[in-house]
């Protein structure tokens, strides 16, 4: 339970109504309470999302606005999991699931690179087909100031600050790939020519095993 103290507290003689909110991971509930003075809003976690309700991820918004056909898959999000326990949990091939990757070269300018998720990123190679010194993965909290996401649910469709995107150039072949979509536990199945059609995606050759 998280507790947030309000800076003024209204003076009034009658009994006032104050709305209080309570926050969850799923929704916001908001309720009316009758007192004399109130001067906190309480925010309580309550039970997770169900698997059928759908959260609206600006990833998922940013689809919807491009009118792209896609399929959303929910599953028991693990830390550390990574693509193999999604590709586990929605019985598909790990190499057809997309990891999105937050770097940065040498001048800390981010970039996005997708890749199969059984599959490595060669920053050397990556660095040399742009021209630079060095590429490296932004820590966490840098990944999540870009992007707008956590790590384990970033997603390239809706980030935070636009940057540019290269993607393995094998990931296009494959008929449909599995990508986050905004959230820890949510992915979704559509067609790789998305990737460059909608996200103007660069394709490079920058894989190892």
């Known amino acids: 339970m998280v507790i947030k103290s309000v800076d003024k507290i209204p003076k009034r003689k009658k009994k006032c109504i104050y709305p209080f909110k309570v926050e969850t991971s799923s929704n916001t509930v908001l309720r009316k309470a009758t007192v004399a003075s109130c001067f906190l809003i309480v925010t309580e976690l309550l039970e997770p999302m169900g698997k059928n309700k759908i959260p609206s991820t600006n990833a998922l918004r940013a689809l919807r606005s491009a009118k792209v056909e896609f399929e959303i898959h929910r599953y028991p999000y693990e830390e550390g999991g990574g693509t193999a326990r999604s590709a586990q949990e929605l019985g598909v091939d790990e190499y057809n699931v997309v990891k999105t990757l937050v ?39 840098i990944a999540l100031k870009h992007s707008g996401y956590l ?29 986050n979509c905004g959230q820890r536990g949510l992915l979704v199945s559509l067609a790789p020519s998305v990737l460059l059609s909608l996200l103007k995606a660069s394709p490079v050759r920058v894989a190892r095993s």
């Open 103 to 141: 770097m940065e070269c040498d001048a800390n300018k981010p970039l996005i690179i997708l890749m199969h998720g059984d599959h490595e990123v060669s920053t050397k190679t990556l660095a040399r087909h742009l021209g630079v010194k060095s590429i490296q993965p932004c820590k966490p909290e």
């Open 151 to 179: 790590v384990g649910g970033t997603s390239p469709f809706g980030t935070k600050k636009k940057m540019p995107i290269y993607v393995e150039h094998s990931i296009l072949e494959l008929a449909t790939i599995y990508i």
